[in-house]
DNA sequence: ACGGCACGGGG
DNA sequence: GTGTACGTGCCGT
C-alpha cells in the first residue's frame, strides 16, 4: 500500500514515532522505531572521560565517531550519544554541556526536530508519496512535478452568544462545518459536531483563530458538559506551550498551536504562507523543508528556509551545532561603515513623469547568493588564500573550490521558482504553480535576511554585507549601462530601475542579463509615474511613489492607502483620487485632471461634517509595541487602550488596538477615542477625520503646489 | 526641537 | 520559535 506523509510526530511515552499516511482509502496510522543521537565534540581523551561518565549514569553505547562538525572543514572525533528516551533529550544536553568547562566540548544534533530527524534518517518527508510496508519512499523532494493527494477540508466557524468580544463565558450558539450549521441545545450541538467529523472524517480541519479562540473555547464549553473534545485521529492535542491570556476576542498575542494527531488543523489567521500561498504553497514547503504540513502550517518562511539548510546540512554529512558559533570577524572602523551600506537607493526625481519603464531582477538577492557563492564557509575562506574571486567595496575573498551551502540550497528554489513562473499559464496545473511560486519567493526573501540573523544557524553577517555589495554594484552598473543607451535613470531602488525614454527596453534586458547572469525583467510601462518627496527634507523620498502602468494597473508604494494603520476613508479616499487621475494618459494630461481630484477631496470632506459616515469606514488600527503601563506618552492608542483596560482586557505588545476618534484633542480616554468592541453610536471628531483627508490628499498632491497648507487654506476660504 | 512610536514589501 | 536595518511621518511634551 502507498500514501502520502500526512503528519509525523514522536510518541513521547512509547518513545517511537508516529506517522500518518494518506491513502485513497484514508488515514492509515504507522509507528516507527528510531533512537535519535546527539554529539559531543572534544579531543578523544576527553570524549573517552564522557563515554565513561555517560555510562556511570545509565547511558550506555555512546560511541566515538568521526563526522563533519562545521561547514566545509574535515571530518573530526565526535562521540554519538543515543538517546533513549526522547523526553530526556533536552535534558541530557544540558548535563553533558555543564560537565564542560569553557569551550571544553560543543555539542550537536541537540536542537533537531524529531520530525526533521526521522525524514532525514529514513529518506522520507512531509507530504511525500510512500510504499508504506517498509515505510520507504516512493518520491524524491527535488521533483517539480509531483503527484499531490486528494485532501479533505472542513471549513469550521463557530458562532456565540454575547457582545463586543467573545470569551469562554460564552455560551456557544451554533457551529458551523462547511456549508452545514449545527445549533440548539449547546451539549448536543458539540456532540453532533464530533460526530459529523467522525463520520466525514476530514484531513484538513481550517479555522480562523483556531488557536488562539475556538479550539480552546470550544474544548472548554465540551468540558462544562462533561464531554470531551476530540478532532483529531487520535486522542490527545500537540499543544505548544504559550500563555493563555483572554483579550480582544483571542488568547494572548502568541497563543499557542493547537494541533491535532493524523488531522491536520490550519488556523488561517495563523498562517502567513497559507494566506499568501495557499494549500498548494503550504505543501510546497513541506516537502522542500521536510516538516509536517500542520506544523510548517505555523512556522515563518524563515524557519522553513532554515530547516531546508539543516537538510542540506545533514545530507551532506554535517551535524549541526547546538548553537551558531561562527563569530563576526574583526573589522576596523572604517570596514565598519563600508559594509553596513545596505541596498542601493538613488535619490530619485521628484514629481511627475511619463514614458517610464521599470526593470527588476529576477530575485537579485538569492541570485547573487548562487552566482557568486556566497555562503558562511564561503567567505575569506582557509583553502583558498589567493582566490581572485573578490567581493566589490569590502574585499572579501570568496573560496573557489567548493560550492557553499546556501547556494546548495537556493539553487533548485530559484530553479523551482523559475519553472512555476514560466507554467503559470497552464490551464490546468497553472493556478497551483502560481501558489508555489508565491511560497517560494518569501522562502528566497526571508533568506537574505536570515544571513544577518544573529540567532540563525548558517547565519554571517558577512554574507549579508557581501550580497548588499554586490547588489550596489549590479544595481549602478547596471544603471550606467542604461545610461549609455540613451535611458535617463529616474529612480532606483535595490533591484528595480526607473527608465525614462531611451531606445529598445528589451534590448538593454537582455544586455544587463547577460552582463550580470541574471535575468532582467520588464516590470511595466508608466502612462505616467509619481515620486514623492519627504515632507521633512523635500527632496526624494527613496520608497514613495504611485503611478499608472500601461495595462490601466495602478502601483502605489508607501502612501496611506498602502498603510494598515490608515482608517478605511483615507484608503477609499486615496484610491478615489488616483482613479480620477487615471483617466489621464500621459503627463499634460496628469496635471489637467489635478483640479478634478481636488474636487473628491472636497466631497469626502463633506459627507465627514455631514456626520452621516458609518464607524467601520473611521476605524484607525494600530499594533502596539508594549503594555499600557510602559507608555509614557498619552495618545490615541493609548487611550484606547486605557478603554480596554478599564473593562478588564489587556493587549499583548504585537497585537493591535482599534479605535474611532471621538475627540482629538482631550485628555479623557472615554471622551478622546472609542475602542471598536465598545463601539455604539458616539459619532466622531468630524474635523479631525476631515484633517486625515486632507493629509492624504495632500501626500498625493503636494508635487503638484498643494501641499497640506495649501489645501486648508482652500478649504477654509470655501467654507467661508 | 526632540523623542516615542508605528509602518513598510509582494502580488 | 525567532529575518534586519532604517527612512519616514505624526504627534505629545
Redesign the pocket.
Known sequence: MRGWVLDCYPDMDADRMVLWFKTPGGAVRVVDDMTPHIYVHSSRERLDKLKNDLAMIGVKDAEREKRRISLGDDEKDVLAVPVREYASLQSLAATIDSWGRYREHSLYNV?L?MDQRYFLHKGLFAMGLAEIDGLRSLDAWRRIDYPVPMLKGLELGVKVRGTGIPTMDDPLISISANSITLDGPEDAVLEEFMSLVREEDPDIIYTDKGDSFVLPYLQHRASLHGMNMELGRERGERT?RGKSYFTYGRIVYKPP?HKLRGRVHIDREASFTY??AGLPGLIEMSRLSHIPLQ?IS??????AI?AMQVNEAVRSGHLIRWKKNLPEGFKTAGALIAC???GFIYEPRVGLHDDVWEV?FFSLYPSIMVRHNISPETLNCACCPRSPLIVPEIGYRICEKRTGLIPRVLEPILNRRRVYKSMKDDPRKGANY?LRA?AL??VL??C???T??????FGRIECHESITAYGRDILVRSARIAESRGFEVLHG?V??LWLHGGGDIHRLCDEISAEFGIPLNI?GRYRWIVF??????G??????YYGLFDDGELK???IAA?????PAIVEELQQEMLQCLSQAGNAQEFIDTVPEALLVMDDYAAELRGGGVAAERLIV??????RLE????????VAALRQLHDRGFELEPGQ?VEYVILD??S?RSWDRVRAAPFLADDGYDREKYV??VH?GA??LLSPFGWS?QRIRGRDGSQRR
Not at 544577518?452 to 544557524?457: E, H, L, P, S, V
Not at 527632496?539 to 514613495?544: F, S
Open positions: 536542537d526536530r505548544s498551536a494566506g499568501e506544523d505555523r512556522l515563518s518562511p524563515g524557519s532554515s553596513d551600506r545596505g527588476d502560481q508565491k519567493k518569501w526573501v526571508t537574505f535576511g536570515y544577518g540573523y544573529r540567532n540563525a544557524r531602488i533591484d528595480s516590470e514623492l518627496p519627504s515632507v521633512s527634507t527632496v526624494g523620498a527613496l520608497n514613495r502605489l508604494r508607501g498602502r498603510r494598515r494603520d490608515a488600527r494600530k499594533r502596539i509595541s508594549r510602559e507608555h509614557t506618552r498619552f495618545n490615541d492608542p493591535s482629538s484633542g485628555g484633517e486625515l493629509r495632500a501626500e497640506f
